[in-house]
């Protein structure tokens, strides 16, 4: 079982920056793909970034990428994703996600930070 919680969400303006973790429960933290999801109000959840297990590999969304840069630390059950040039429409609650075999069917999910980007 892994229990995953989101942090460092808020309110940013337009062009900003911000840093949001995800802390992990439990010891095979380091064999979970980790990732990043969003989902913007009336929109379905989408894909933003995921990790290896490893850290050797990295992917993002179209939409985030050379804005955003996903990270982990499994000495810390932690993952990480830094979000610069922030705009308007990554106005979203993003979710974090560990998946056995990959994200695209995460086995654990987190209960979500709230980002606002104000133009």
């Known amino acids: 079982q892994v229990q995953l919680v989101e942090s460092g969400g808020g309110l940013v303006q337009a062009g900003g920056s911000l840093r949001l973790s995800c802390a992990a429960s439990?010891?095979?933290?380091?064999?979970?793909?980790m990732g990043w999801f969003r989902q913007a109000p009336g929109k379905e959840r989408e894909f933003v970034a995921a990790?290896?297990?490893?850290?050797?590999?990295?992917y993002y969304a179209d939409s985030v990428k050379g804005r955003f840069t996903i990270s982990r630390d499994n000495a810390k059950n932690t993952v990480y994703l830094q979000m610069n040039s922030l705009k308007p429409e990554d106005t979203a609650v993003y979710y974090c996600?560990?998946?056995?075999?990959?994200?695209?069917?995460?086995?654990?999910w987190g209960q979500g930070t709230q980002v606002i980007v104000s133009s």
């Open positions: 439990g010891r095979t933290f380091s064999s979970y793909a």
């Open positions: 996600a560990a998946g056995s075999n990959g994200v695209a069917a995460a086995d654990y």
């Open positions: 990790i290896s297990w490893s850290g050797g590999s990295t």
